[in-house]
């Protein structure tokens, strides 16, 4: 599963992956669909950093389409995540 998929699935579970100040993965949402997705995002955990570190390098920590939002749902701006994640 590529990491755009798990943040797709975090999204619909009330879930959103980011990058903590320390560097690390952090998932914020309920405590039941947290708890689903750890296995997963475990898992999975080195690409969703990298894929989240290359987002924020290439477009910055903001969202052109919605700009008091720091990102659209679960990814920050850059690939049409404004119109597939925005709530």
Do not use: F
Request: hydrophobic share 40%.
């Amino acid at each position: 599963m590529n990491p755009a998929a798990v943040l797709a699935l975090a999204d619909q579970a009330g879930v959103s992956l980011s990058i903590s100040a320390a560097g690390t993965l952090k998932a914020k949402g309920g405590k039941e669909p947290v708890a689903r997705l750890a296995p997963l995002i475990k898992e999975h955990k080195d690409a969703l950093l990298a894929h989240l570190k290359a987002m924020e390098r290439k477009q910055g920590n903001g969202c052109s389409a919605y700009p008091r939002r720091k990102t659209c749902g679960s990814l920050p701006c850059g690939n049409g995540a404004c119109k597939t994640w925005a709530r």
